[in-house]
């Protein structure tokens, strides 16, 4: 069997570039083992403003103009909704976050988001002395209908494999790769944190972001809006909320813990006071880098090998902006950006 390229891993990073290779009918063929699932437990928040400081996220603005397209894109295909707009409501701790909020919200990058007020409506079962900070043009993208959708898609066009990759069958010919069988261009590594495992990338600086999830089930909570406060309450419909997320540095499993939950728990308690039952807990390691950039590009010594990963806490902001990224420079030579090359790391 003959292929342009491999694809390691069918998460957000795998789906960005497999969709860029569809759309210019390069053919592929994706291993996929579900050893991670951090795109599917997700929140799947697109927010431009870093909520502890009033701050941008990095490019966030130039990443939402390609993303919004990608996802409704996708939406189209499959037939099936994945963007809902979400409106955040920031409870705020004091009046000094109040003044820095009125400070942020003027500022130009921020103004597209931030509404220049402060929102003092009560709402039933929510704690929120100082009022709340309120942004727009921010939402939610259903990662796992959309990761359970492309990947039935794939599977019925006999393009995915659901196994392990084993990196140790790999031959590299000079301008070829081989994999049991199957004659490739070039493969593309995009297995999140499963980078731990491959020789060939696993020299690359990735910290685990372990981060775990409640869904509850609180019919007097009669919000439409995601609230943050020490974490965050965000309405799925049918009075069902996600509650999140953890950070845990050490933890390398992606099994939910009675210490985050607890950990949640206490924190919800902190501001929602009406009752709730907890009706799922689940985990996943975010795929962060020590500078908090994407992780793309060729390997050093192998040019028809490459990775795709790095997507840390936004993936669904960045991963379709990085894929286009990756696919330009192996396809058409155009140089990354230096801040998500991983050449910053030789
Ligand atoms: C609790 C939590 C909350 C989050 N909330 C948000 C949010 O609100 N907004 C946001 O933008 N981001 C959020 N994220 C981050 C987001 O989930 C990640 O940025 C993104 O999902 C990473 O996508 P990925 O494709 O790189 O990795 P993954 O989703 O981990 O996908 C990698 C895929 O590769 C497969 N794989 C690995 N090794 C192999 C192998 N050897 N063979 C075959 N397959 C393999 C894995 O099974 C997996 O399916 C959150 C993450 C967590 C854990």
Known sequence: MKVDYIVVG?????????????????????????????????GGMYNPVILKRFTPVWSATSQLEI????????????????????????????????????VASDKSLLSNYMVPQIVNQKYHGI???????????????DTKLLLNNYHQYLLNKGLIKNESFNYNALTLNEDTVEYQGIHASKIVFCEGFGLQKNPFFNYLPMQEAKGELLIIHAPALNVD???????FVLPLGENLYKVGATFNW????KLPSEEGKQELIDKLNSFITVPYTIVEHIAGIRPTVKDRRPLVGKH???????????????????????????????????????EIAIDRFQ
Not at 72 to 79: A, G, M, V
Not at 82 to 95: A, E, H, P, Q
Not at 250 to 253: C, S
């Open 67 to 102: 993303a919004l397209p990608f996802y409704e894109e996708l939406s189209n295909k499959f037939n099936s909704k994945y963007d809902y707009k979400v409106d955040i409501y920031r409870i705020f701790k004091s009046i000094e976050e109040q003044n820095d909020w009125f």
């Open 225 to 231: 809006f995601l609230i943050k406060a020490a974490v």
């Open 10 to 42: 069918l998460g957000l990073a795998g789906i960005a570039f497999t969709k860029k290779l569809e759309d210019n009918n390069k053919s592929f063929l994706v291993f996929e083992d579900h050893s991670q699932n951090s795109s599917i437990v997700a």
């Open 127 to 141: 704690k929120a002395e100082y009022g709340y900070g309120k942004l727009f043009n921010t939402g939610r993208v």
């Open 250 to 253: 050490k933890d390398k499993t």
């Open 300 to 338: 050093p010594k192998h040019q028809n090998m490459a990775i795709l990963n790095g997507l840390g806490t936004r993936g669904v902001m960045i991963a379709p902006t990085a894929a286009i990224a990756l696919y330009d420079l192996l396809e058409h030579n155009i140089e990354l950006d230096p």
